[in-house]
């Protein structure tokens, strides 16, 4: 399928939280992709003095200036009211294309069973990182902090399609029509989580995740829930939310 054919449906909302090159690159890199993308949505999360040539890119850029930070649900909720194609997607600054991800990714969501789409994601180095995964329980929290186990699924060469509970908000398209149908992320949660609670609320009206074993990107993960105290805090509140939200009671 070319470009031609997308029709501009495609709406990217990007949260940068003084990511001023990364964000310069990205930009770029979507420019030079085949698919049509109709605008991108900017969210500057603290004060950022980048200056975007706006008139530099084939697509609509669409900027917000925060006054003060918000979480990464209310953020990417907020650039979906500005939102005014097909299809949407929430991606990172810190993700680089190795190929234009949004035509086979498109075909998944032509299938009405699929409710998120979403690539391969790999490391610098090249290896798969773990951003599709089992829905986290109690005991597969405790296995992963006693033994490392994260619940991860394996990558199958028997399929070029993979069906996790659960994909990372580092990049996830799916019909503006399901997002405004699940509401949007919960933005109760402040960070972490959302993109776990999000594919839950997803399962739940019969729609599933698929990853495109077919489509790869690069993620240059930071961790900084693991270095940093704060973000760590954040992390168990994360957590301790989903677990009262929804009690064990997930989809099969």
Known sequence: MMSSNLEKKITISIVSHGHCKMLTNLLQEISGLESSIAEVIITHNIPSDLVINKLSYSFQVKV?????PLGFGKNHNQAFKLCTTKYFCVLNPDVRFLEDPFTDLIDCLKNKKVGIAAPLVLNEKGLIEDSY??????????K????????????????????P????????????????????????YFLYYEDIDFCLRCWREKMSIVVSQNVRIIHNAQRDSHANLKFFSFHLR???????????????
């Open 144 to 163: 992963k902090a006693l033994f490392g186990k994260k619940g991860i699924y394996k990558s199958s060469a028997c399929s070029p399609f993979l069906y």
């Open 64 to 68: 917000i200036k925060n006054e003060f």
């Open 165 to 188: 509970d659960w994909v990372a908000g580092m990049f996830m398209l799916l019909n503006s029509s399901t997002y405004n149908k699940l509401g949007g992320f919960d933005e109760k």
């Open 133 to 142: 995964r089992k829905f986290p329980t109690p005991m597969s929290i405790l």
């Open 238 to 252: 994360s957590m301790l939310r989903f677990f009262l939200k929804h009690w064990l009671r997930f989809p099969r």
